[in-house]
């Protein structure tokens, strides 16, 4: 491992709270489920009976979406903002927004929203039932389903909030980003708070075109094993209420750090030493004023593809070397693409919360070629603080750094 250094033009961090947090996977819904998942290696994942897909992989369905939005709200139906509906409605998150918007006004809370393909399955759906002429079906609403926005949209309006809002697409790295535009509007002032998160749902475009690229797998994916053969596609939503830490205590979770990079190495392909990422976890070092040494724990991005989680073994050994415990959590909730970032930061804060370190029971058996200090069982240990890395398509990669209050 190299000696630290922060990258040029690097400057730190305030600290911001995490007040609540919640969000919905194939793990089941809410923190206390998600929590007895991980605790117990339990994956959720299984054979792609998704729609008509016909696809020899497996999958991370969440349950509960049966239910339309209605109401006011009803020309937002589609299975992203159902599966954003599924995750606002567990742990008191609702409510703990609503008492926010008590004390800030609605017009000062930001929502800053991530997703990859938001509602593109309302679109694909739509497309099977064009008239002969092509016309596509009466009813179908473009701009409150699939548009990338419609997600922010949605969410602002179910929260009763009016400030400044944005959705982010940045592939895989798109709810992870989210967290650093919320930072800056906060710190620039626009904003007292901001809810943090977003959703990606399973569709046809992602099934269909990640296998086309030979990147699924015929088995639950194993990151990190010798024998790892491609992704498992999952679907997840969560969100995290974001406020100034002026009053933080000890046990609340902060957001310490956030690092992004932009390496566009190649369209679908990480660098192959992973200096993208090397960059992002760096970055998000010297945004927290911290040190390697400082981390006791990085959720990796770890999607079970042979290049990728070769190239992030490399950036993981150029900046923490061996010494770091490190897994990644797609073994047990699929990649859930544009969402990955929100749900490993939660289950990061969850890792802080209640003093473990997660494994990754799906994988088998290491692969020798691989240096990092990887994890195949839980730790029951109290990582002071917890890097989580998201990277996605076209070289756009982000990681944060999570800890407890001083």
Do not use: W
């Not at 296998?211 to 797998?217: A, N, Y």
């Not at 990151?223 to 997840?236: H, L, T, V």
């Not at 699929?334 to 370190?357: R, V, Y």
């Amino acid at each position: 491992m190299a000696e630290f250094t922060a990258p040029i033009g690097s400057r730190p961090m305030k600290p911001l709270k995490i007040s609540r947090f919640t969000l919905a996977s194939c793990l089941g819904p809410g923190l206390a489920a998600t929590l007895s998942a991980l605790r117990a290696g339990r994956g959720g994942l299984r054979p792609c009976d998704f729609e008509t897909v016909e696809i020899p992989t497996y999958i991370g369905a969440a349950e509960g979406l049966d239910a339309p939005i209605e109401g006011n709200l009803a020309a937002y139906d589609c299975r992203n903002n159902r599966l954003a509906r599924l995750a606002l409605r567990q742990d008191d998150f609702e409510a703990a927004v609503a008492e926010a918007r008590g004390r800030y006004g609605a017009d000062r809370i930001g929502l800053f929203a991530g997703t990859s393909t938001a509602g593109i399955l309302e679109t694909e759906l739509a497309f099977r039932r064009r008239d002969e002429a092509g016309a596509l079906p009466d009813g179908f609403r473009y701009k409150e389903t699939h548009n990338t926005y419609s997600i922010a949209d949605y969410v602002q309006r179910e929260l009763g909030l009016s400030g400044p809002a944005l959705a982010v697409s940045a592939a895989c790295a798109s709810t992870a980003k989210a967290f650093g535009n919320a930072a800056r509007m906060i710190q620039l002032g626009l904003c007292d708070a901001a809810i943090v998160g977003g959703a990606d749902s399973l569709c046809l475009t992602t099934l269909y075109g990640f296998h086309s690229l030979q990147l699924t797998s015929e088995t639950p994916c194993r990151p990190f094993d010798a024998a790892r053969d491609g992704i498992s596609i999952g679907e997840a939503a969560g969100f995290a209420l974001v406020e100034r830490a002026d009053d933080a205590a000890p046990e609340d979770i902060l957001l310490l750090g956030i690092g992004e990079s932009s390496d566009a190495h190649h369209m679908s392909s990480p660098h192959p030493e992973g200096l993208g990422a090397r960059l992002a976890m760096e970055k998000a070092l010297a945004s927290a004023a911290l040190g390697p040494a400082d981390i006791g724990y990085v959720n990796l991005h770890g999607t079970a593809t042979q290049i990728g989680d070769a190239a992030e073994d490399r950036a993981i050994l150029s900046v923490f070397g061996a010494r770091t415990p490190c897994s990644s959590t797609k073994g047990l909730t699929g990649h859930t693409l544009g969402a990955s970032g929100i749900l490993e930061a939660i289950i990061s804060a969850l890792c802080l919360k209640d003093g473990f370190i997660p494994g990754s029971p799906a994988t088998l058996k290491l692969d020798p070629a691989l240096g990092s200090n990887y994890r195949i069982e839980n730790l029951d240990r109290q990582p002071d603080r917890v890097m989580s890395n998201s990277f996605g398509f076209g070289g756009s990669n982000c990681s944060l750094i999570l800890g407890h209050g001083a």
